[in-house]
């Protein structure tokens, strides 16, 4: 249960003064539903206003207030034209006070002649005149209150930063004085204030960068002590060891032999295994390295050893690749493998259920579908995750549970990970990486085209497909959008259709899973040449054949969003090519840098440090559109300088000081529960 304490701040905001149904919407907008939210919704800047008793040129470009007494009105002639009212300051100097469409009695109401006012706002010069736009008008008693630096707010649509100022103010008011968590020498090395004291300083002076690490930190520190506490209660509860002896594995014809990396991580994953507690392993890899062999010889050494695997993967089409995949790879091995996904109904779903029930399915594969409550096991010892970065530790968990010993996990992943976020998100897990390709598999040529070569690109298409071969076109938007230059999926699709006929297929995020499963394994089988398509092709079916990639906008993309992308087409033993068309004209230095490093390498490592350092964690883990939460304080910038230390603190409290049961325990519960990351404490409580 949340800690009293803390319930002042998880209120809605609807409790907060002012606050009613018609400003709660731009609030919820932003994402702001409590008083917490809130008060973890910090400055993205700041604006600094400088005092002045009368008004000088060289304050041009400076953000002033000043008393000013309004002199004249010269009203425009139509109600489109500006208002301007021209006041004098105390040495007699003039400036004009302009109001644009907001007709000439709110300037004359607000600015009545002869009657000082404060007046803050930015002094330009226009012609002849120095001027002040749209300035804030306040009494002098108001104008004492006014702040010499003003944090600035990201804002929606009804809300102001003035009014967004003062609802973070009440929250502010309302954050209690918590117990200390951090590490006492910790705490003293880097000078940082309290948790109260920070959070309260920073809405002061967003330049406040102690007070900002000192957030961050905590939030990484949360985050941490809870990995660590799943991993403690995982690895507290007696697995079951699992001792392959090999002859299912030894059975395999494979096309190949395996790269030392894969040889490496299964012999990681060997000895995992073999232990009571239960394995909890993240394996990295590029689209491509051989994570699906990785995971078949890991299911493999638990059959051998008795029990069942299942292999869950986020979307009906990759689940069913897979199973494709496994079932050619088994052929002549005595294993039973079946898939399961929420389009199995009937008697195939039967049959499914009490085959796993009964033992006779060694190996299920599938979506969510597969630890839903009427899904039960004989005896599952392994549970592979495909596609990490769309499951949360909740989903996780949910498929662990579905035996009676915590089955071993493997969790795979084709998004390359940096070091800092692979111990950020994936702290309670031991990480393995496949940074080898398996023989024949050729590197990428990459080519960076400006768009406005587009008919040079599609003639390039036309004879790429005549020879044979099949094509991708990835789109950023699925429609066409008036605040946005971005081709539309839609659009292109009908374009290309008038070239090339009905080769071309369609595939969007908006469409349904059967419409989508429906085009992609008709451009699987080669009835369709050309694939145009949004970022859903990021995961998707292995189609060999399909060669080529144009990427329209690649400016517009991540760097680990486009080299997943590319690894699309680098599925078969051939030459394969991607064209990056960037926007014509100008490139700004960030993207210029961007798209020279994805020609240079292939190295999805690589690639997604410099992305990290770019983008930010949410956006190479595909969390923004995942729904898995980000970090809402901790920057890039402040996981790569702090998480080290915040997971050997988080290590320490478990390991040294008692975990949540001593008395620094009971301070960093409260800070679980501050930062949500309390579903480790239900799970502790639980396990």
Same mark, same amino acid.
């Given at each position: ?43 993205? @800047?700041?604006?600094? /206003?400088? #005092? $002045?008793?009368? *008004?000088? &040129? %060289? ?85 004492? @209150?006014?702040?010499? /630096?003003? #944090? $600035?707010?990201? *804002?929606? &649509? %009804? ?89 299912? /594995?030894? #059975? ?96 195939? /779903? ?338």
């Amino acid at each position: 249960m949340r800690p009293d304490i803390l319930n002042p701040l998880f209120t809605e905001v609807e409790a907060l003064k002012g606050v009613g149904p018609t400003l709660a919407k731009p609030l919820a907008r932003l994402g702001l539903a409590r008083a917490i939210d809130l008060l973890f919704h910090l400055p993205t @800047g700041w604006v600094d /206003r400088k #005092a $002045v008793n009368e *008004l000088d &040129e %060289g304050d041009v470009g400076q953000i002033v207030t000043v008393t000013l007494t309004p002199s004249e009105y010269r009203m425009g002639g139509s109600p489109r034209a500006p208002s301007r009212v021209v006041a004098l300051d105390p040495a007699g100097n003039a400036v004009s006070l302009v109001f644009f469409g907001s007709g000439s009695g709110y300037a004359t109401k607000l600015l009545p002649l002869g009657e000082p006012r404060a007046i803050s706002g930015k002094l330009d010069r226009y012609d002849q005149w120095l001027q002040i736009v749209h300035p804030e008008v306040m009494t002098a008693e108001e104008a004492k @209150g006014l702040p010499a /630096r003003e #944090a $600035v707010y990201a *804002l929606s &649509e %009804g809300l102001t930063n003035k009014r967004l100022a003062a609802l973070v103010a009440q929250a502010v008011a309302r954050a209690p004085v918590l117990p200390e968590w951090i590490e006492p020498s910790l705490l003293a090395k880097h000078g940082w204030p309290s948790w109260a004291e920070a959070i309260a300083r920073i809405h002061a002076d967003p330049a406040d960068g102690k007070a900002r690490e000192r957030l961050a930190y905590d939030e990484l520190f949360a985050n941490q002590l809870a990995l660590m506490l799943v991993r403690a209660s995982s690895r507290a509860r007696r697995g079951l060891p699992l001792q392959g002896d090999g002859r299912l /594995r030894a #059975a395999l014809k494979l096309p190949y032999r395996p790269t030392g990396a894969q040889t490496r991580t299964v012999a990681e994953i060997e000895g995992d295994m073999a232990q009571s507690a239960p394995m909890l392993r993240l394996l990295q890899g590029d689209v491509g390295a051989g994570k699906t062999l990785v995971a078949l010889m890991a299911l493999l050494i638990a059959v051998e050893a008795g029990a069942q695997g299942a292999l869950l993967a986020p979307t009906e089409i990759l689940a069913r690749q897979h199973y494709d995949n496994l079932s050619r790879l088994l052929a002549g091995v005595p294993v039973n493998v079946a898939v399961l996904t929420g389009r199995d109904k009937g008697r195939t /779903r039967e049959s499914t259920l009490m085959g796993l029930a009964d033992g006779s399915i060694h190996i299920l594969v599938g979506t969510h579908a597969i630890f839903q409550e009427s899904v039960s096991y004989k005896k599952l010892g392994l549970a592979v995750v495909d596609e990490q970065h769309r499951f949360g530790v909740a989903q996780r968990m949910l498929l662990t549970q579905k035996a009676e010993r915590p089955p071993h996990l493997l969790a795979m992943t084709a998004t390359p990970i940096p070091r800092t976020l692979t111990l950020s998100q994936y702290g309670e897990m031991d990480a393995s990486q496949l940074d080898e390709m398996p023989p024949g598999r050729q590197p990428i040529e990459t080519r960076v085209i400006s768009d406005d070569r587009l008919i040079e690109v599609v003639d390039g298409v036309a004879r790429h497909l005549a020879a044979g071969q099949q094509a991708y076109w990835v789109c950023p938007l699925v429609e066409d959008s008036e605040v946005s230059d971005l081709a539309a999926a839609e659009s292109r699709a009908a374009a290309l259709s008038s070239r090339f006929g009905g080769g071309v297929g369609l595939i969007h995020g908006r469409m349904k899973g059967p419409e989508k499963d429906a085009v992609m394994a008709a451009f699987q089988r080669g009835e369709l040449g050309l694939l145009v398509a949004t970022t859903v092709i990021e995961v998707g079916v292995d189609v060999p054949n399909a060669t080529l990639m144009v990427i329209e906008h690649a400016d517009r993309f991540g760097l680990a969003q486009l080299h997943q992308l590319r690894g699309r087409v680098g599925r078969g033993e051939g030459r394969s090519i991607c064209l990056l068309l960037r926007t014509a004209g100008g490139l700004s230095e960030t993207a210029r840098a961007r798209l020279a490093l994805l020609r240079e390498t292939n190295d999805g490592f690589r690639i997604a440090e410099e992305d990290l350092r770019l983008r930010g964690a949410g956006e190479i883990l595909g969390t923004r559109q995942s729904g898995e939460a980000a970090f809402k304080l901790a920057t890039p910038e402040h996981s790569a300088a702090l998480i080290e230390s915040a997971t050997q603190d988080a290590r320490l409290l478990v390991d040294r000081d008692g975990g949540l049961a001593g008395p620094r325990g009971q301070a960093a519960r409260t800070a679980l529960y501050l930062f949500e990351r309390d579903a480790a404490v239900a799970l502790i409580r639980s396990g």
